[in-house]
């Protein structure tokens, strides 16, 4: 395939039904599309629909940039005070992902792809704190019989909590890189993405070399 880059419109827009709350008031959802659209080189701001992808070459026309997906289990984030369950009045924060959206380039046999995430963290009966770090995944995986993960990276950013309690947020992953699958396999991949608070532990530290 050479060094021949092909792009990918943007996904729709994702959402999960958590209520009205969720969604950003009109003056947030446009800066929080314009920064999509400035990352992700445009598109439409004011549809779901996925913008009709670019003309690609007889070599490369089979090749897709695979769907964003929310792990099942993953889409919500929620933190409790000190030594309670994150249930009702204990509750100090739940962020949610409202949308997502994918961008990819073919080089020279690897997929490098930006994967963005948007969401909202809204404070609980408790109280959230004024800085709160939500962390997320995002894998790449080969689905079908014998599901297999090609790459996965832990994210984290952070949210200024404000009065009014419900914050935007947003991140891309820009360093998602996995080799070109064939034509054959291109419809088996997924981007997943979720809430992982293990993103929030510290690396382990690498082992030194034992002493010879």
């Known amino acids: 395939m050479g060094d021949r880059v092909i792009r990918f419109a943007l996904a729709a827009a994702v959402t999960i039904g958590l209520g009205a709350t969720l969604l950003p008031s009109v003056g947030s959802a446009q800066s929080l599309s314009d920064r999509f659209k400035s990352l992700f080189g445009g598109g439409s701001s004011d549809s779901d629909k996925p913008a009709a992808p670019k003309q690609l070459n007889d070599a490369d026309a089979e090749l897709t940039c695979p769907p964003v997906q929310i792990r099942a289990g993953a889409s919500t984030y929620s933190v409790a005070a000190n030594g309670k369950e994150a249930v009702g009045n204990d509750v100090k ?120």
């Open 93 to 212: 924060f739940l962020a949610s992902i409202t949308r997502t959206a994918r961008q990819c380039g073919l080089n020279s046999g690897q997929i490098t792809a930006k994967i963005g995430i948007q969401g909202r963290v809204i404070a609980g009966p408790s109280g959230a704190p004024p800085t709160v770090q939500v962390p997320l995944r995002v894998a790449v995986v080969k689905g079908g019989i014998g599901e297999r993960t090609v790459m996965t990276k832990a994210y984290t950013t952070t949210v200024q909590m404000d009065e009014s309690g419900s914050v935007p947020f947003s991140l891309v992953a820009e360093d998602v890189v996995y080799p070109a699958p064939t034509a054959a396999e291109n419809d088996d991949y997924i981007f997943y993405i979720g809430f992982d608070p293990q993103a929030l532990k510290p690396e382990p530290k690498p082992r030194a070399p034992k002493k010879k």
